[in-house]
């Protein structure tokens, strides 16, 4: 086995040697890439951080899996973030190895023994999510002596909601199962939760107070402390006519199903990925060539733009250059061979946008750069810092970009 080598497969985003402009037009302007270029936004993920912690009572872990990339973790420790949701060993060693401060917490339902070891062992982490009693077992095993010191946190399973992107399906012990599984990890736990996610992107405060409800009957059923509440992520942003609820129509809910479901007491967590960092990041594109109203263009769903394929998403988007052509409705493709490298929109851009052009693609700071692959030896993208407000505001976070 010493002759197995790991590596990965996406090459990492590339930093310019020289200091740069810290405007998306100027950058561009001077860099002409022909390659992706990641626009950061360091002080609108601080904004957000800080507005989504001035608005949640309680401690906010920011799920790691969004947007990995060290500058964004910096940002979101700028805004006050100390605590991390990992779900691998990977993220749990790069949160670490940034900040010996930070409390991580292991919230993958399903661990190898080796990352559960390692993550208990050698970067200090406490709090473990199950949703099984195999996993239960195996937690124990690998953390054995910890009682005093474990955290265990037991996600419960949501009937499919009516977030952009469900859950429900993969992950959650169903009722009984999940009163049994707090009765049995109560000896072994010297901190007890109930977690769960109602989907991603979700627009309805309500599903927050309907999973709390359930929590809540789960919690008095099992007839043991409980000392912690998570309620996940999924807090929406705005994208193209999507304005969602404001932010304080979540924490409103969220405090009321609390407080009527006699969980006062608990500590509370969230788990924000999407709103604390989509803002936060944008895309800029290159037109290689234009069909009608189909633009062929350098990133696609292989790339950035994952959630622009099949998941439907439309990204706010800006020609980089002026143009007194009305809006016309465009789909991009990107550059894979593969013909499901197809991004429908519609994307509203002048009507006279023509190959050569760069197209800015807003609100990718969330699952973008995060899923990109190697296919097809489309991997390399640049990165900049840059100082201009992100290109749609979501109600509540009162980001005020340094511009
Ligand atoms: C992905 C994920 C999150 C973050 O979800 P967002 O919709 O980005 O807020 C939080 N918790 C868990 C367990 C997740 O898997």
């Given at each position: 086995m010493t002759d197995l080598r790991f590596r990965g497969a996406v090459a990492p985003l590339r930093r310019a040697a020289q200091p740069l402009p810290r405007s998306v037009d100027a950058v561009v302007a001077r860099l002409r890439p022909e390659e992706p270029l990641h626009c950061l936004r360091p002080a609108t993920i601080a904004g957000a951080a800080q507005a989504f912690r001035a608005a949640f009572p309680g401690h906010v872990l920011y799920a790691v899996k969004c947007n990995p990339e060290p500058a964004v973790l910096r940002a979101l420790w700028e805004g006050g973030v100390r605590h991390f949701d990992c779900a691998s060993l990977g993220e749990v060693r790069l949160v670490r190895s940034m900040f010996p401060e930070a409390a991580i917490?292991?919230?993958?339902p399903v661990k190898a023994r080796g990352a559960i070891r390692e993550a208990w062992t050698r970067h200090g982490v406490r709090d473990f999510v199950l949703d099984s009693a195999a996993e239960l077992a195996k937690i124990l095993e690998e953390t054995a002596g910890g009682d005093a010191r474990r955290g265990l946190v037991v996600r419960i399973a949501l009937p499919k909601?009516?977030?952009?992107?469900?859950?429900?399906?993969?992950?959650g012990a169903a009722h009984a199962d999940a009163v049994a599984l707090l009765r049995a990890a109560r000896p072994h736990a010297a901190k007890l939760g109930v977690s769960f996610h109602v989907g991603s992107?979700?627009?309805?405060?309500a599903a927050y107070a309907r999973a709390i409800a359930l929590a809540g009957a789960v919690i008095r059923e099992a007839g043991v402390p409980v000392e912690v509440l998570d309620v996940g992520g999924g807090y929406p942003v705005a994208y193209p006519e999507i304005t969602p609820p404001p932010l304080s129509a979540f924490t409103t809910a969220i405090a009321i199903a609390v407080a009527e479901q006699g969980l006062g007491a608990l500590e509370l967590w969230a788990e924000p990925g999407r709103a604390l960092v989509a803002g936060g990041a944008s895309v800029v594109i290159q037109v290689q060539q234009r069909r009608d109203g189909t633009l062929y263009v350098n990133d696609g769903v292989y790339g950035a733009?994952?959630?622009?394929?099949?998941?439907g998403f439309r990204f706010p988007v800006r020609l980089l250059r002026g143009s007194s052509a009305d809006l016309a409705p465009f789909a991009f493709f990107g550059?894979?061979?593969?013909?499901?490298?197809?991004?429908?929109?519609p994307f509203l851009l002048p009507a006279d946008v023509q190959e050569g052009d760069w197209i800015e693609v807003g609100?990718?700071?969330?699952y973008g750069a995060s899923l990109r692959t190697a296919f097809n030896g489309f991997d390399r993208a640049g990165i900049v810092e840059v100082a201009d407000a992100p290109l749609l505001e979501t109600p509540g976070y009162g980001i005020a970009a340094a511009a």
């Open positions: 917490h292991f919230m993958h909601g009516s977030a952009m992107y469900d859950l429900s399906g993969k992950f992107q979700c627009l309805e405060p733009l994952s959630d622009a394929g099949v998941p550059p894979t061979c593969d013909s499901a490298d197809y991004m429908k929109g609100q990718l700071g969330a």
